[in-house]
């Protein structure tokens, strides 16, 4: 069974770092490239990072680039994204997401990061 | 990459069909066959309902349809549901290997 499980979320002031995880199991890590998309309270989905299989590209939404950073362990099957200079308006759900051809076929359960003084 | 454009609400009596319609643009949603539908029930994460653009995955009941016209995309269910009664959100594959996201549909069963 294919599973995702975020983890890391949590209340965080303006300007300060938070690093979520994504553990993934139940197929091969190693073969598919991988999303970050989050969706704020109330809101919809908006697409936030992307990296390939083998961590040699990468994407960021305009709105993260220069502040968030994502990366991967192929070897420990999990998914990473550093976030920095967190902003009120990053407060949101943030849900990993594997990419199988051109859709998002699987996505974890999501977790919650708040942005508040 | 803007927001493609969904209407905010559609609803429908159990039995009844209805259709929700994606707007986007030649560079994405009219571009290539690479428009996927979601689904999200309060309080979840969302779940795949069609991929490139008409085809369903296992497991996912064939009363919903997918189709496309030039840069209009549109998801169809068939035979409402109480079930049915969530948000719907549709997504399209961009040339710089992201996604782009519509601005979500709220279903109602009325």
């Known amino acids: 069974e294919v599973q995702l499980v975020e983890s890391g979320g949590g209340l965080v002031q303006p300007g300060g770092s938070l690093r979520l995880s994504c553990a993934v199991s139940g197929f091969t890590f190693s073969g598919y490239w991988m999303h970050w998309v989050r969706q704020a309270p109330g809101k919809g989905l908006v697409w936030v990072s992307r990296?390939?299989?083998?961590?040699?590209?990468?994407n960021y939404a305009d709105s993260v680039k220069g502040r968030f950073t994502i990366s991967r362990d192929n070897a420990r099957n999990t998914l990473f994204l550093q976030m920095n200079s967190l902003r009120a308006e990053d407060t949101a759900i943030y849900y990993c997401?594997?990419?199988?051809?051109?859709?998002?076929?699987?996505w974890g359960q999501g977790t919650l990061v708040t942005v508040s003084s | 990459q803007s927001a493609l454009t969904q209407p905010p609400s559609v609803s429908g009596s159990p039995g009844q069909s209805v259709t929700i319609s994606c707007s986007g643009t030649s560079s994405d949603v009219g571009s290539y066959n690479r428009v996927s539908w979601y689904q999200q029930p309060p309080g979840t994460a969302p779940k795949i309902m069609i991929y490139e653009v008409s085809y369903r995955p296992s497991g996912v009941p064939d009363r919903f349809s997918g189709s496309k016209s030039g840069n209009t995309a549109s998801l169809t269910i068939s035979g409402l549901q109480a079930e049915d009664e969530a948000d719907y959100y549709c997504?399209?594959?961009?040339?710089?290997?992201?996604?782009?996201f519509g601005t979500g549909t709220k279903v109602t069963v009325l």
């Open positions: 997504s399209s594959y961009t040339s710089s290997s992201t996604f782009v």
């Open positions: 990296i390939d299989s083998d961590v040699s590209n990468t």
């Open positions: 997401a594997r990419q199988n051809n051109y859709a998002i076929d699987y």
